[in-house]
């Protein structure tokens, strides 16, 4: 306290270098209570999905209990997702925390979130990045065109519909080492595997269309002004 300035104005509080520590322990303090609520709630969900194991064959609940960190993140999840834009040095411990509806929880269930952290974990083999996708609400982006080949495919899509979650999945750009891609960008890809899977498709189909894709070049160019093939589709 010896070293805090006497003289308080605006350009002091900018520059001091004490109140900027105080500032960064003090966030630091934050996310730590934060973490401990997320950890208590995460530890008594899996407490009640094993309870419901052992009590039944299913294993799984059918609706997730409100716990205290989900209440939580629906009323401060917002500032926290601009806590990444605006606290560069704490972004990546604040995207620990982040929760998401996605491919893979209940939507009719309100409380059935993913971490990052559990996506990761239910990644497929060979998987490298993070799929999202973004829209106006969650009934928009589920029946989204975009995901059709990745639910088909089987793999989880991140479902964002606040106008910061894009915001934020760009500054942070991975995590834990594995990078997030939008599932609507043109350089949009699947694991290895898939990815030759695809690209032979696209040979044999390219083949097959070459015939329609040169008479639509030839008597619509003055409505189109290419014609490609697309493997994003499965039924639309």
Known sequence: SDDLPINVSRE??????????IRRKLVRKALDMIRSVMKRSDDALAEAEEQ????????????KPSTQYITLWKEFGKGL???VLEDES??????????FRSSATNLDDENDFTSLDQYIDRMKPGQEHIYYHGGENLEQVKRSPFLEKLTARGYEVLYLTEAVDEQAIERLKEHDGTKFMAASKDNFKLNDKDEKSEKERMRIANKAFRPLKNFIKE?????????????????S
């Open 81 to 83: 997702k601009y806590g």
């Open 219 to 235: 008597h619509m160019a003055d409505r189109v002004s290419i014609a490609k093939l697309s493997m994003r589709l499965t039924e």
């Open 90 to 99: 704490n972004a990546h411990r604040i995207a620990k925390l982040f929760r």
């Open 52 to 63: 419901q194991a052992s009590e039944d064959s299913g294993g799984k609940l059918a609706k």
């Open 12 to 21: 002091m509080l900018q520059q001091s270098r004490i109140l900027d520590i």
